[in-house]
């Protein structure tokens, strides 16, 4: 049986530099607002556990060891509260080695790393390294791949995620200015690719030496926007329906139709 639509949030706020305890706060605060609109699922933006900051990523950061520690507690009783499954990112300390990470924090309380981000843009191969392994969540019924900003970069991603069974992409990410042409036309394409709902939660405001411009949104499989922020605080809410996924996709065959292969190049 199809799973019903499920109700989801993108949020986006200001965080401050370096300060774990203030943005999960700030995280808390939003959770709870996209509970009182009745999202089961909300994404937040790229590295908002710490803040997106170069000179924050070569300190100390959280540690994926630590996830049951008390510092998540105020996350976790919004995510109780709300009875709703956050997706949040974080730099995480993995052993000898940094990962620019998504958490999942369950209304149950548990919280799990299960995604390291695979593409790392050049300015943070210093800091992190690679994720091997690609990842979906299931919320409701409803199969939701996970991305980290520049993964949606690159159409296989996506493409993974939907040939395993996704019905979206969830993408949190931080974009500076400049970049509002570059997200405002790969988030879309994702979608209109795989026909498949993209989610997408960016950072905003001044964060230590930088600045972010938002643009946190919901795009139907075919690429349109159902919600959409500009550079303000708050919440892109909109409904993922599998069955628009299945419509979408019997009358736009792109995601059914790619060759396995193009065969030899001829010159």
Not at 136 to 162: K, M, N, Q
Not at 247 to 253: D, G, K, L, S
Request: a negative charge; hydrophobic letters at 45%.
């Amino acid at each position: 049986m199809t799973p019903g639509p499920l109700r989801v949030a993108a949020g986006q706020a200001v965080v401050a530099s370096g300060d774990v305890a203030a943005n999960v706060t700030t995280a808390a605060r939003l959770v709870s607002l996209a509970g009182s609109q009745g999202a089961r699922l909300v994404l937040l933006p790229e590295a908002f556990l710490t803040g997106y900051d170069l000179g924050v990523f070569l300190g100390p950061v959280p540690s994926a060891g630590d996830l049951d520690g008390g510092w998540l507690d105020p996350l976790r009783t919004a995510a109780a509260a709300a009875d709703a499954v956050v997706v949040v990112s974080t730099p995480l300390q993995r052993g000898a080695v940094k990962t620019l990470s998504m958490l999942v924090v369950l209304p149950s309380g548990e919280v799990s790393a299960p995604y390291d981000k695979q593409h790392l843009d050049s300015d943070e191969t210093p800091f992190f390294v690679h994720g091997d392994h690609g990842a979906s969540i299931t919320v409701d019924g409803v199969e939701l791949g996970l991305s980290i900003c520049y993964d949606s970069s690159f159409p296989e991603h996506a493409r993974a995620a939907a040939d395993d069974g996704a019905s979206a992409y969830l993408s949190s990410a931080a974009f500076f200015p400049g970049g509002g042409h570059r997200r405002d036309l790969a988030l879309p394409a994702r979608a209109l690719d795989n026909g498949m709902y993209v989610v997408l939660a960016a950072m905003t405001g001044p964060c230590g030496p930088y600045e972010f411009i938002g643009g946190s949104a919901v795009y139907d499989p075919e690429g349109r926007p159902l919600a959409r922020l500009g550079e303000e605080e708050g919440l892109a809410v909109a409904e993922l329906d599998p069955a628009v996924v299945a419509e979408t996709r019997a009358a736009r065959t792109m995601h059914a139709d790619r060759r396995p292969s193009l065969g030899p190049r001829r010159r």
